[in-house]
């Protein structure tokens, strides 16, 4: 990977910032709603962190497609296989470190403002929720990185997955009621919930979304055999 600098928001701070603006102004006012989540509610910041692992997924790669730049790469790296699997493992062990701290530190922020309402990291299901979100993330980054290797453009990518996280999913949810369980954000954010309905579970959720992930990978790697540098 000759360029991981990924875009600012996948750092720590804008996360913890959005954590504590939600958390101390409506956190327990929600709270208190009959039927919430306090579990997903506790990761909220998250909805932020997946545009992130995102445009650093589709960005970290998109950088090999502009001026020669994955000619340059091929001649130190000749095999194609080889050079795809080793970005991609940098992609996504980059972003499972730095999303289990966003996770962990976006539940533990927020927990300081929800007052009678404050979930603590022994209860059951914590646990799994901050661990499980930072694999989400990972998973959503290399979903990214997959189809931007079919693409070649980080924009094409990120034109068509921000708006499908954050208008068209919610849309084909309402429409198509447990179908949408299946779309790779809906699936895999079942592991930060507490209360569950379907077909899916918690690690069953982020199965899917893993299943998405990796049919972006492979197809991303047949591209990248196929096609010329």
């Known amino acids: 990977m000759d360029d991981l600098r990924g875009p600012g928001p996948l750092e720590q701070k804008p996360v913890r910032l959005v954590t504590v603006l939600a958390s101390s102004t409506v956190g327990q006012a929600e709270a208190g709603n009959p039927g919430n989540d ?3 509610s506790a990761f909220y910041a998250l909805n932020f ?10 960005t970290a790669l998109s950088s090999e497609f502009l001026n020669g730049a994955l000619r340059t790469s091929l001649t130190a790296v000749p095999s194609r296989s080889r050079f ?8 996504g062990g980059l972003t499972l470190v730095i999303g289990l701290i966003t996770s962990f530190a976006a539940f533990l922020v927020g927990q300081l403002f929800m007052g009678e309402y404050r979930i ?12 499980g979100g930072g694999v989400y993330l990972a998973l ?17 990518v990120l034109s068509l997955l921000i708006p499908f996280i954050l208008v068209v999913s919610f849309v084909v949810g309402d429409i198509a009621g447990g179908v949408a369980q299946y779309l790779p954000d809906r699936a895999g954010q079942l592991v930060l919930r507490g209360q569950h ?4 579970g918690p690690w069953t ?21 196929k096609r010329d540098a």
């Open 38 to 40: 306090l579990l997903f």
């Open 140 to 156: 959503m980054a290399l979903f990214a990185a997959g189809l931007t290797a079919v693409l070649r453009s980080a924009v094409a």
């Open 84 to 91: 795809y699997i080793a970005k991609m493992a940098m992609i």
């Open 205 to 225: 959720g982020l199965a899917v979304t893993a299943g998405w992930a990796a049919v972006a990978l492979v197809a991303g790697w047949w591209a990248l055999r």
């Open 120 to 131: 603590r990291l022994g209860e059951p299901g914590t646990l799994r929720a901050a661990f």
């Open 197 to 200: 309905a379907g077909g899916l």
């Open 49 to 58: 962190g997946q545009i992130a692992a995102i445009s650093f997924g589709a």
